[in-house]
Nanobody
Framework: QRQLVESGGGSVQAGGSLLLSCAGVGYTYGDRFMGWFRQAPGKEREGVARIDTIVRGTYYADSVQNRFTISRDNAKNTLYLQMNGLIPEDTAMYYC????????????????WGQGTQVTVSS
C-alpha cells in the first residue's frame, strides 16, 4: 500500500513558522483530495487544511485560517503546509493524506496516509 512521507516538523517558539512537506501525492496516484490533519495527545484527529484538485479549492479549519497555507507542486508530487504564527495549541502530530473521494469535509476515501511529523510549539 502506498505510503506518504512527511517531513519538516520540529520545535519552535510561539510566533514561529514551519513548512511541512508530504512526498508521494498527485494525479499519478489518482488523488483528487489532498490534506493535512493533526492529532494532539489525548485528542481526536482533526482536519487542518485540504485541497480539491478538480475544483481547485482549498479549505481550512477555523483554528488555522489566515495562519496556515496548503499548496502543492505537481512536478514534485509534493504537498506542503506553510504554518505561520504558530501557537502552543498547534502542538500535535501532523499527517498528510490523500483521497479519491471524500465524505463530508475530512473523511478521505481510497487514498493514502503518512506516518506523521511532530510539531511542538513552546510559549
Amino acid at each position: 500500500q502506498r505510503q506518504l512521507v512527511e517531513s519538516g516538523g520540529g520545535s519552535v517558539q510561539a510566533g514561529g513558522s514551519l513548512l511541512l512537506s508530504c512526498a508521494g501525492v498527485g494525479y499519478t496516484y489518482g488523488d483528487r483530495f489532498m490534506g493535512w490533519f493533526r492529532q494532539a495527545p489525548g485528542k481526536e484527529r482533526e482536519g487542518v487544511a485540504r485541497i480539491d484538485t478538480i475544483v481547485r479549492g482549498t479549505y481550512y479549519a477555523d483554528s488555522v485560517q489566515n495562519r496556515f497555507t496548503i499548496s502543492r507542486d505537481n512536478a514534485k508530487n509534493t504537498l506542503y503546509l506553510q504554518m505561520n504564527g504558530l501557537i502552543p495549541e498547534d502542538t500535535a502530530m501532523y499527517y498528510c493524506a490523500t483521497g479519491r473521494s471524500v465524505v463530508g469535509l475530512w473523511d478521505f476515501r481510497g487514498g493514502a496516509w503518512g506516518q506523521g511529523t511532530q510539531v511542538t510549539v513552546s510559549s
